[in-house]
C-alpha cells in the first residue's frame, strides 16, 4: 500500500513537471537531416552514414530534442515574477531580517546581563570578604590592647600594693572604686 501511494505522488509530481516542460518555448526545430540539434554535424552537409553508438546514445538521452537550457531561463523567469517582484515577498524577507536581528540582539544583551552580574557579584564579594577579614583584625587588635591594658592595670595595682606595703599604709581599693564620700 505504501507503494502504491508512493507511486502516485510520484506520478502526479512528474505529471506536473511535465505540464511545465510543455508549456514553455518550443525548442528549435530539428534540421532536415534528423540530427540533433546539439549534433555540430547537423549543421553541415548531410552524408548519409549510419549513425554510430554516440549518436544513438544522446538521440536516447534526449529524444524530443528539448532544449533544456530555455526550459531552466523559464523557471528563472517564473521565479523572479512569483517572487523577487512581489511586495509580500519582501515583506517577508524584511521581517525574517528583523526578527533573526531581533534574537540575536536578545542573545547579547543577555549575555552582557551574565556578564555584568559576574562582574558585580565578584566586586560584592571582594567588599564583603574585606569587611569581614578587616572586622577579624580590628577585634584581634582590640582583644590585644584590651589585655595589654588590663596588663598594666594589674601591674599598677600591685606597684601600689608594694609601695603601700613598704611604706607601712593599709592597703586601699583600686582608684577607680570611690566611695560615697568621694563622690560628694
Not at 554510430?52 to 517564473?78: M, S
Request: proline share 3%.
Amino acid at each position: 500500500m505504501k507503494h502504491l501511494g508512493l507511486a502516485i505522488v510520484l506520478f502526479l509530481i512528474l505529471l506536473g513537471a511535465g505540464d511545465r516542460l510543455d508549456a514553455q518555448p518550443p525548442a528549435a526545430p530539428q534540421s532536415a537531416s534528423g540530427r540533433s540539434s546539439y549534433d555540430p554535424m547537423s549543421r553541415g552537409k548531410s552524408t548519409g552514414q549510419t549513425k554510430g553508438i554516440v549518436e544513438t546514445t544522446l538521440a536516447g538521452v534526449n529524444p524530443q530534442d528539448k532544449d533544456y537550457g530555455e526550459v531552466v531561463v523559464g523557471w528563472r523567469k517564473e521565479v523572479f515574477e512569483n517572487t523577487i517582484n512581489r511586495v509580500y515577498w519582501w515583506g517577508l524577507i524584511v521581517l525574517g531580517l528583523v526578527l533573526g536581528f531581533s534574537l540575536a540582539t536578545n542573545g547579547w544583551l543577555m549575555r552582557e546581563r551574565e556578564r555584568r552580574l559576574a562582574i558585580s557579584a565578584d566586586v560584592v564579594t571582594q567588599l564583603f570578604n574585606a569587611y569581614v577579614g578587616s572586622r577579624a583584625k580590628a577585634l584581634e587588635v582590640i582583644a590585644k590592647y584590651n589585655s595589654l591594658v588590663d596588663r598594666y592595670n594589674r601591674l599598677d595595682v600591685e606597684k601600689k600594693q608594694l609601695a603601700d606595703q613598704m611604706t607601712g599604709l593599709p592597703a586601699k581599693s583600686s582608684d577607680s572604686e570611690l566611695d560615697y564620700n568621694q563622690a560628694r
